[in-house]
């Protein structure tokens, strides 16, 4: 008998940093608190972001932490934990991916992480961690 199963050919960690653009809103109903909405794009079309939060006490680094973490959910869902896809031609890749917030920039500058945050358009810039794994689909002869 036969078992299809993959023979790993190693992994590679990318680190980048990216700036996207985020939209604050205030809003003072909020059901179900502080939000982010928006995407972090592709290689065709540039992310972006709306950010609704309280009138008061929402520091930068909350709206920064928003913004990383819709975007960890998205590199969430779209890596399924790392799960090998098929490529074609055997090979197969899996990717994990991890989003941490750097900074906020706010009318030239960057802005302090604990000042509050202010409504209109900023600047998150965030770092990607992805660790693709990639391996050989082979017969085996059970």
């Not at 939209?23 to 065709?44: M, Q, R």
């Not at 799960?83 to 031609?89: A, F, I, R, T």
């Not at 992480?113 to 965030?126: L, R, Y």
Request: aromatic share 6%.
């Amino acid at each position: 008998a036969y078992a299809s199963m993959p023979i790993p050919q190693g992994s590679r960690t990318t680190v980048t940093e990216r700036d996207y653009v985020c939209v604050v809103k205030f809003d003072d109903d909020l059901p179900n608190g502080p939000f982010a909405e928006g995407s972090a794009g592709n290689i065709l079309q540039p992310g972006s972001f709306t950010v609704s939060v309280p009138t008061t006490g929402f520091t930068w680094s909350l709206v920064a932490n928003l913004v990383s973490g819709h975007m960890q959910a998205e590199m969430n869902k779209a890596c399924e934990g790392g799960k090998l896809k098929s490529y074609g031609g055997g090979n197969m890749v899996g990717h994990v991916g991890t989003v941490e917030p750097l900074n906020v920039l706010y009318k030239g500058g960057t802005a302090s992480t604990d000042g509050p945050a202010k409504e209109g358009s900023c600047t998150v810039q965030v770092k990607i961690t992805d660790v693709r794994t990639s391996a050989k689909q082979c017969c085996v002869l059970m």
